[in-house]
């Protein structure tokens, strides 16, 4: 199973108790449950920049973003695509482009985990989802798949 994470966590890392909770239980399982999680250096470089603002932020920093901070420096371990295949996709998705063509070039099991509801909403009415196999779900729904509800 393939994970990717949308830089939209990060914020929810930042968030109130009960959604910093749920990201620190999100990478537990992923880490726990998943073989592989695949980066892109573009989507690591989006990440970073999050993180470190919210560590700007925030005295003392969250322990979710510590934890997600982890998380990225142990990705070294995981798959890095040094350039997503140039897929053509919808204008309304320009800002995930690199995102959402690196989840497609995966030829396994995967999972987009994303708190944003509009982008799960269209890629499912654009048919990407079953086109290409995926399944884009929110973090909650992403503990419940791998059991850690």
Do not use: W
């Not at 969250?62 to 371990?77: M, W, Y």
């Not at 196999?133 to 850690?148: H, L, S």
């Amino acid at each position: 199973m393939k994970i990717f994470l949308d830089e939209f966590v990060v914020d929810r890392a930042a968030g109130s108790p009960a959604e910093q909770l749920s990201v620190i239980l999100l990478i537990e399982a992923i880490r726990v449950k998943c073989d592989i999680t695949i980066f892109t250096p573009g989507l690591l470089a989006k990440y970073y920049k999050k993180i470190k603002s919210y560590e700007k932020r925030f005295r003392p920093q969250p322990k979710a973003i510590k934890s997600f901070a982890a998380f990225l420096q142990d990705s070294i371990k995981a798959t890095i695509m040094d350039e997503p295949p140039n897929v053509e996709l919808p204008e309304k998705l320009k800002s995930d482009r690199e995102l959402i063509a690196a989840v497609i070039a995966c030829d396994s099991e995967k999972i987009l985990i994303t708190t944003d509801e509009d982008l799960i909403s269209f890629l499912q009415e654009a048919s990407i989802t079953t086109e290409h196999d995926i399944e884009a779900i929110k973090p909650e729904t992403a503990m419940e798949k791998m059991g850690y509800v």
